[in-house]
């Protein structure tokens, strides 16, 4: 089966501390996403990748890092300058010549203490 | 700047119709998507307008005005498992990999 997964589902971590989300697709897309949601809130985006080893700003980049050295994985990191790291993290991907719609892992809840 | 506005709260009871309308402000527009996403779960697709009218999938369906920049989703025969959060998403332009920018939500409950 085809998809995104990501892991792990529930992260904790102590405040100071980086932290690197998995994401891995199998859907051959070239470009991947990563989006954090706080409650009742919209998805806002932190990094975009089109190709390998090619990764752009998102809205809300500042205290985020990512790399994409595979075509299937891009991984996150939350460093310890993002102020207020506690949310709802979603990667996705999609066909860079595709028409519309993105296809989403089951998301990471880091809560940071 | 980008801006998508929608309710962010709707409520209906089982059988009914809803709609969920969004408005949309962007510098560019090349489509709205729109997609649903229970309490803790992933978004998932439901829709797809790039030309004015109405999308017509199963019991939703989704209409576009590009001159009013306008659009809504419309649930027929409401079901419990409506219950979710529902997000408009412009497309900003063809070609772009940022490709989507997302409304806040709104929050659909399907009581008994």
């Known amino acids: 089966d085809g998809g995104i997964t990501q892991s792990p589902k529930y992260l904790f971590r102590k405040e100071g501390q980086n932290v690197t989300l998995s994401c891995e697709q199998n859907l051959n897309h070239d470009a991947m996403y990563w989006y954090r949601q706080d409650p009742g809130q919209g998805l806002r985006l932190i990094y975009y990748s089109q190709i390998v080893n090619d990764f752009q700003k998102g809205d809300i980049a500042e205290g985020y890092s990512v790399s994409r050295e595979k075509k299937e994985s891009f991984p996150l990191t939350v460093t310890s300058a993002q102020k207020n790291p506690t949310a709802f993290y979603l990667c996705?991907?999609?066909?860079?010549?595709?028409?519309?719609?993105?296809?989403f892992g089951p998301g990471t809840r880091l809560t940071v203490t | 700047g980008q801006s998508l506005e929608q309710p962010s709260e709707v409520t209906a009871v089982e059988g009914a119709i809803v709609q969920i309308n969004c408005t949309y402000q962007t510098s560019g527009f090349y489509g709205l998507s729109w997609y649903q996403q229970h309490d803790g779960g992933a978004p998932t697709f439901l829709s797809y307008n790039a030309l004015d009218g109405l999308e017509e999938t199963g019991r939703f369906s989704s209409f576009l005005s590009r001159s009013d920049s306008y659009g809504y989703l419309l649930l027929q025969e409401l079901q419990m498992k409506d219950s979710a959060s529902y997000f408009c998403a412009v497309r900003e332009a063809p070609g772009s990999a940022r490709q989507l920018t997302f409304g806040s939500g709104t929050q659909l409950t399907v009581l008994p």
């Open positions: 996705a991907s999609t066909d860079r010549d595709g028409p519309y719609e993105q296809y």
